[in-house]
């Protein structure tokens, strides 16, 4: 990482913003959009105008209030506070270090404030360059609670996660439905075919199946099977990129 932005990514993390002392940096320079606050809702105009300090000092109320960094060392605090406010976070470290599991809580926090926000909030769009990688992100999601939807070919999803693949083995041109577990204990039916309009998809098919997608809190693909047809109609507020550093620069855009 470039100096300069790990250097106010670290101090804007540990609460020591202070636009005075970073005023010889270009004010749209990479370190000064990384480690800039953004309001906490971004379709709440109140918190336009706000000071840096101000935003993160909010943020740091809500990440205690709904346990966000609870059981976390001070690295991992680091790392979801960071992600709680920051433009852009990157979160560094050695395999077996927990990455994944701050993924998830970073995950669970963003779905907490897009549950606050106007119409719940549009899903939370998680990816990765590998498979297994998504694979493990929509575990964690799933035992986290989270409604969680994940796309891309079945036949490459561990057994046990395919009732969350949308388009499970048997599947057939007609429109089938899974089961996705709810915070609170429940079900509530989820899509399970993977396609556009043009597919074999009736049209009421496919806008059920877009009405799931968007009922989930989250949705799981790789890089690449992010620019499936399905989510063309779809925005994304926030977005995670798990083992970012093994994807090609072209396949995270």
Same mark, same amino acid.
């Given at each position: 990482?470039?100096?300069?932005?790990?250097?106010?990514?670290?101090?804007?993390?540990?609460?020591?913003?202070?636009? $005075?002392?970073? %005023?010889?940096?270009?004010?749209?320079?990479? !370190? &000064?959009?990384?480690? =800039?606050?953004?309001?906490?809702?971004?379709?709440?105009?109140?918190?336009?105008?706000?000071?840096?300090?101000?935003?993160?000092?909010?943020?740091?109320?809500l990440l205690d209030k709904y346990n966000a960094l609870d059981n976390l060392y001070n690295s991992q605090k680091l790392a979801v506070e960071?992600?709680?406010?920051?433009?852009?976070?990157?979160?560094?470290?050695?395999?077996?270090?927990?990455?994944t599991m701050v993924a998830i809580r970073i995950l669970q926090y963003w779905a907490t404030l897009a549950s606050y926000e106007e119409g719940?909030?549009?899903?939370?769009?998680?990816?990765?360059?590998?498979?297994?990688?998504?694979?493990?992100?929509?575990?964690?999601?799933?035992? $986290?609670?989270? %409604?969680?939807?994940?796309?891309?070919?079945? !036949? &490459?999803?561990?057994? =046990?996660?395919?009732?969350?693949?949308?388009?499970?083995?048997?599947?057939?041109?007609?429109?089938?439905?899974?089961?996705?577990?709810?915070?609170?204990?429940?079900?509530?039916?989820?899509?399970?075919?993977?396609?556009?309009?043009?597919?074999?998809?009736?049209?009421?098919?496919?806008?059920?199946?877009?009405?799931?997608?968007?009922?989930?809190?989250?949705?799981?693909?790789?890089?690449?099977?992010?620019?499936?047809?399905?989510?063309?109609?779809?925005?994304?507020?926030?977005?995670?990129?798990?083992?970012?550093?093994?994807?090609?620069?072209?396949?995270?855009?």
């Open positions: 990482m470039d100096e300069d932005v790990e250097r106010m990514l670290l101090g804007a993390a540990n609460g020591n913003y202070d636009s $005075a002392r970073f %005023r010889g940096y270009a004010q749209h320079s990479t !370190e &000064a959009i990384c480690s =800039e606050a953004v309001p906490i809702w971004a379709s709440n105009s109140e918190d336009e105008g706000e000071s840096q300090e101000s935003i993160r000092d909010k943020s740091r109320l960071g992600a709680a406010t920051n433009h852009l976070t990157l979160i560094q470290g050695p395999p077996d270090t927990g990455k719940e909030g549009s899903p939370i769009l998680a990816t990765s360059d590998s498979n297994i990688a998504v694979d493990n992100l929509v575990e964690g999601c799933a035992n $986290a609670g989270l %409604r969680v939807i994940g796309l891309g070919r079945p !036949e &490459a999803v561990r057994p =046990e996660l395919l009732r969350f693949c949308i388009d499970r083995p048997g599947a057939s041109s007609s429109y089938n439905l899974s089961t996705m577990d709810t915070q609170d204990g429940t079900t509530q039916q989820a899509n399970n075919y993977y396609g556009s309009p043009s597919s074999s998809l009736s049209a009421s098919s496919y806008k059920e199946k877009m009405k799931k997608m968007k009922a989930a809190q989250v949705i799981c693909c790789t890089c690449i099977g992010s620019e499936a047809d399905i989510l063309d109609s779809m925005s994304f507020e926030r977005v995670l990129v798990d083992e970012a550093t093994q994807a090609t620069e072209s396949a995270v855009l």
